[in-house]
């Protein structure tokens, strides 16, 4: 695996994950992904102030048009984001793409995939989310559009989390 600033190595597969070193000039990141289709797990080696980060992603979402909520508590975070137009035509009204941060103490942990919209999210304990099942078995439509679009935002909160 590579991209433009990395070259990722594979370390080993272990209950569906795969764990990755990223080489750069005189770094190294560690790295685990979760190879569930459904959702997308990657742990970043380090804490992080979560109100921030969280705060700047869900900006970034708000100038791309994206209709946001989210919920900061202790270690964890929730955002959920929908897209109108067109792609509500592929995806389900009642379907956000969801992102999870954990604060743990090998770093964050971000798992992203479909989920519920989540209408009272603001006065929703985490805690409950988090022991609940958060994301669904979506169908081949969803699942290459959430494909795409999870990866174009994922590279986002790599900057975001690198930079804080």
Known sequence: ????????????????????????????????????????????????????????????????????????????????????????DIIAADRALTFTFENTTQGLKVTAGIGSWKKNLAITALETLFLSELFLVVDVPEMLWNEHVESELMKKLDEIIQKS
């Open 1 to 88: 695996m590579t991209n433009s600033s990395c070259i990722f190595h594979l370390l080993y597969i272990e209950n569906k994950k795969l764990y990755v070193t990223c080489q750069k000039p005189f770094i190294q990141r560690n790295y685990i992904y979760s190879m569930n289709p459904f959702k997308k797990e990657k742990t970043y080696p380090k804490q992080v102030d979560l109100n921030k980060v969280v705060n700047e992603f869900v900006s970034y979402l708000n100038i791309q048009k994206w209709k946001v909520q989210q919920k900061v508590e202790g270690n964890k975070a929730i955002v959920q984001a929908q897209k109108g137009g067109i792609l509500r």
